[in-house]
C-alpha cells in the first residue's frame, strides 16, 4: 500500500528556519498538501498545490516539491508554530487518500 | 463563516453501530465535498471517506479500512453529512472529523472539532 513518510520530529529555536519532509513515490504526479495540528486542537490546512498558501496563512510557511519529496518550510519559526504537522496525498491512480505520520515540531 | 459541528460520538462495544452527525452552516452545502478523517488516540490522521455532492452524483469513496462496514450519506436540505459505522472494532475508536473542500477543489480546508468514538466492551 501506499505510503507518505515524514521524519517523526523536527527541533528548531525561535527564529530559525524550519523543514518538514514527506517522501512518496507519487508526490512527482500528485499534489501534496500541508496542514497543521496544535495540541488539542482540529487540524488546519496550511499549503495547498504543493506550494500554496491559503489566506490567512502567515507568509513565513512556504513549501516546494520537488521528485519523491515535498518539503514544508517555516522562516523565522515561532513559538506558536510548535505543532504537529501532516503531508497528505494521493496514490498515482488518486483512489488511496493517505495521510503521511506526522512530525512533531518543536520550537524552543 | 464556516461551521462544521460534530455529534453523536460515545461508548460502544465491539460489533456494534453508531451514527455521527457534521451540522454544516456559514456556506452552500450543497456545493461542497465533504470528507470524514479520523485520529486515535495519540496516532496521526486516516481519511476515512468522502462524500460528493449532487454535481458529482453524490459518489461515495471510502479507506480500505473501513469500506464495506461505513457508509457516507449527506443530506443537503438539512446541510448535514452522516457517517453510519457498523461492526465496529477496538480499532475504530477515534476522534472523528468532519471537512470540507476549499473552493471547492482541495482537501480538507475547513474542520470541524471532532467527535470522540470509544469502543470498548
Known amino acids: 500500500s501506499y505510503e507518505l513518510t515524514q521524519p517523526p520530529s523536527v527541533s528548531v529555536s525561535p527564529g530559525q528556519t524550519a523543514r518538514i519532509t514527506c517522501s512518496g513515490d507519487a508526490l512527482p504526479k500528485k499534489y501534496a498538501y500541508w496542514y497543521q495540528q496544535k495540541s488539542g486542537q482540529a487540524p488546519v490546512l496550511v499549503i495547498y498545490?504543493?506550494?500554496k498558501r491559503p489566506s490567512g496563512i502567515p507568509e513565513r510557511f512556504s513549501a516546494s516539491s520537488s521528485g519523491t519529496m515535498a518539503t514544508l518550510t517555516i522562516s523565522g519559526a515561532q513559538v506558536e508554530d510548535e505543532a504537529a504537522y501532516y503531508c497528505y496525498s494521493t496514490d498515482s491512480s488518486g483512489n488511496h487518500r493517505i495521510f503521511g505520520g506526522g512530525t512533531k515540531l518543536t520550537v524552543l | 463563516e464556516v461551521q462544521l459541528v460534530e455529534s453523536g460520538g460515545g461508548l460502544v462495544q465491539p460489533g456494534g453501530s453508531v451514527r455521527l452527525s457534521c451540522a454544516a452552516s456559514?456556506?452552500?452545502?450543497?456545493?461542497?465535498?465533504m470528507d470524514w478523517v479520523r485520529q486515535a488516540p495519540g496516532k496521526g490522521l486516516e481519511w476515512v471517506g468522502r462524500s460528493r455532492k449532487k454535481a458529482n452524483s453524490y459518489t461515495t469513496e471510502y479507506a480500505a479500512s473501513v469500506k464495506g462496514r461505513f457508509t457516507i450519506s449527506r443530506d443537503d436540505s438539512k446541510n448535514s453529512l452522516y457517517l453510519q459505522m457498523n461492526s465496529l472494532k477496538t480499532e475504530d475508536t477515534a476522534v472523528y472529523f468532519c471537512?470540507?473542500?476549499?473552493?471547492?477543489?482541495?482537501?480538507?480546508?475547513?474542520w470541524g472539532q471532532g467527535t470522540l468514538v470509544t469502543v470498548s466492551s
Open positions: 456559514g456556506f452552500i452545502f450543497s456545493d461542497h465535498y
Open positions: 498545490e504543493d506550494s
Open positions: 471537512a470540507r473542500d476549499l473552493n471547492g477543489s482541495y482537501p480538507f480546508g475547513y
